[in-house]
């Protein structure tokens, strides 16, 4: 894949947050699923957590690049450490067919501070120095290495206490996903991705995250200049994979899609033949990402294009996932992008008229996105006009049955 020249700034509030991503409503819970869920709370010392990092509490070393936080956010953290300032507390969970092992459904970007404070360097490898610290104005651009030298500092900082409760006993996974979203309901939402990969974690997904982060067209298309730290370059890459697989059936459950993609991935990845199968289906989707660019440029790709309050047709500014999955879908077939790059104009029009003048259609891009009837509507839509004004022959991808 090339590298490319990126001269845009991220911006977030232009990315379609809306209920097109996974949400709890998908789950399906009652009331029996939490009857068995056990909830331990204990106190551990900073020095006990860290040193069961890697042990007991696995981080998922291979994903660690993806943290949130930026390096004055650890520094406060530590700081808020060392003053003994309570902090919100860990969430861990047993993991499946393991109950000495548990994953971090709350409090990972905590845990990454901590370890990356006492291991000494942060993720770009240069050393974790306290920076902007607000009370502890004596430790300001010192490293661990420097202030553990002093036992009494040394003392505070591992001995200090962690609110740390465990989940045991749940039966069904489903239960896990219901609490990470409702952690995760304030005013940042964190991707479930992030989760998922604890749940699945296999080489398809270590191979998709370093896919993902060599910056290239699926971050273009994002605007973003560095690999999404909310995993939404992850998502994006594996929904295509899974609409372009007719052995998955989409039907309606998002979650369950793209488990079921990974789980599937995961255990075939081991054949070379498949791993250079998921690369071309990946570089095919790149070709077409670069081949909208083109066509709809930068501003308008994979943007719903509709009537303002005053009548005025234009694109929207916001990314639309539904619209990314069928976009990249059919351009990343080779005699449809091959015909659309000789011309762009007859497919931006077709789609603008298909967004001005068939309801079903604009509906199917609208919020509510996921169900299967919205679903089948976009992809055969977009798809039957596709195959009209250029003679392909796109097959539609499975969904339902």
Known sequence: MEDLEVDWNDRDSEFDDDDSEESSLDLRLNEQQFSDLLVAPADWTIETLYSQIGKQIDLNPEFQRRNVWSARAKSSFIESLMLGIPIPQILLSTKPQSKSTFIVLDGKQRLLALKEFLDG??????????????????????????????????????NETQRTTVLRGWSDEAVLYEIF??????????????????????????????????????????????????????ELAIRFLAFSDHDIPYR??????????????NLAFSD??????????????????????????????????SRTRNGEAKYESRFNRAIFDIMSYTLS?????EWSDLH??????????????????SR????????????FCRFSTWITACNQISGSNIEIPKIGG
């Not at 298909?354 to 309801?359: A, I, Q």
């Open 121 to 158: 360097s942060l993720p770009n490898g240069r050393k974790f120095r306290l920076k902007n610290l607000r009370v502890l104005k004596q430790f300001e651009n010192k490293s661990w290495d420097e202030i553990k030298q002093d036992a009494d500092s040394r003392a505070k900082l591992l």
């Open 272 to 305: 070379e033949r498949f791993y250079f199968e998921v690369e071309n289906h990946l570089q095919a989707m790149n070709r077409g990402i670069n081949s909208g660019l083109i066509i709809f440029n930068d501003r308008n790709f994979c943007r719903k294009y």
């Open 333 to 337: 077939d080779n005699s449809f992008r």
């Open 364 to 375: 199917s891009i609208e919020t509510t996105t996921k169900s299967e009837s919205a679903t």
């Open 181 to 234: 979203f409702r952690l995760n309901s304030g005013s940042v939402k964190l991707s479930p991705m992030e989760l998922r990969m604890s749940l699945y974690p296999g080489d398809f997904l270590k191979f998709i995250m370093r896919w993902t982060e060599k910056i290239g067209p699926i971050h273009k298309v994002l605007r973003k200049t560095s690999p999404d730290p909310r995993m939404n370059d992850v």
């Open 344 to 361: 762009p104009d007859a497919v931006r029009s077709i789609f603008e008229r298909l967004c001005l003048e068939d309801t079903d259609f």
């Open 252 to 265: 309606g459950d998002l979650k369950d899609f793209l488990d079921t993609a990974c789980q599937k991935y």
